[in-house]
């Protein structure tokens, strides 16, 4: 298995396994598309994955709807998406992505959490080279597609790892953040049915650690899975 694979397999967020955050989650990614490129999922392609990956997280229609309308409505502040990047306790570097209409609200709760668990909050870009930020797409595998064969076609596109996940049954895709568009037209027009489209940060090295500091810094991650701003939550912990 490859660095990405493993990655994803030891760092699966606990807020995916509670309804409530991930329909949060997918509501506010949906507005932000919205936002950004239009309420036509037939001309917004990151709508249009984003609509999918709702079915298949069980997202009631209307929870759609809602997100949808929500970014064409005046009275709509539109949120803001800001990347946090510290230092936990025992060093380990972790980066929070959120999507928040109180920047002031969200940079409080997140500082905070980081100094009642002995962290720090560093500057913007100070974990870059830590991270390698990378495009996953989750598909449903076809009758006779050869994994091997598959990668050699979207080396191309700049894909650098694909992965068969036996527990979910899919195929994860690794691309570079910038091949995002051009491996979701591949694979539409190949016929593929993208369960999800994400980035990630995939962490460079890792950092070794004891269970009892394990215990400490879960404690820290839990507190900002369960913040309603936070997207996504990043770290190099082995």
């Not at 309804?19 to 932000?32: D, E, H, N, P, S």
């Not at 392609?45 to 929500?70: D, G, Y």
């Not at 500057?123 to 989750?138: E, I, M, N, P």
Request: charged share 35%.
């Amino acid at each position: 298995m490859g660095r990405a694979f493993e990655y994803r397999k030891a760092t699966k967020l606990k807020r995916w396994g509670n309804m409530a955050r991930v329909f949060t989650k997918l509501g506010k990614q949906i507005t932000i598309a919205v936002k950004e490129g239009g309420g036509d999922a037939d001309t917004n392609p990151r709508l249009r994955v984003l609509i999918q990956q709702s079915k298949k997280e069980n997202m009631p229609k209307e929870n759609v709807e809602r997100a949808i309308k929500k970014a064409t409505s005046k009275d709509f502040t539109d949120y803001k998406e800001m990347v946090y990047e510290g230092y936990g306790p025992f060093g380990i570097a972790i980066v929070v992505e959120t999507a928040t209409d109180n920047t002031n609200r969200t940079a409080a709760n997140v500082r905070s959490y980081f100094t009642k668990f002995g962290g720090s909050l560093g500057v913007t870009g100070s974990l870059q080279f830590l991270f390698d930020r990378k495009c996953v797409f989750k598909i449903t595998p076809k009758d006779g597609v050869d994994l091997e064969e598959l990668e050699l076609e979207l080396i191309d596109f700049g894909v650098d790892e694909i992965e068969f996940d036996e527990e979910e049954n899919v195929i994860l895709i690794y691309g570079e953040f910038q091949s995002y568009s051009v491996l979701q037209k591949y694979l539409e027009e190949n016929d593929y049915e993208i369960n999800s489209a994400e980035f990630e940060r995939i962490p460079t090295d890792y950092k070794e650690v004891t269970d009892e500091q394990r215990e400490t810094i879960d404690k820290l991650l839990e507190k900002f899975e369960e913040d309603e701003d936070v997207q996504n939550v990043f770290h190099n912990m082995k």
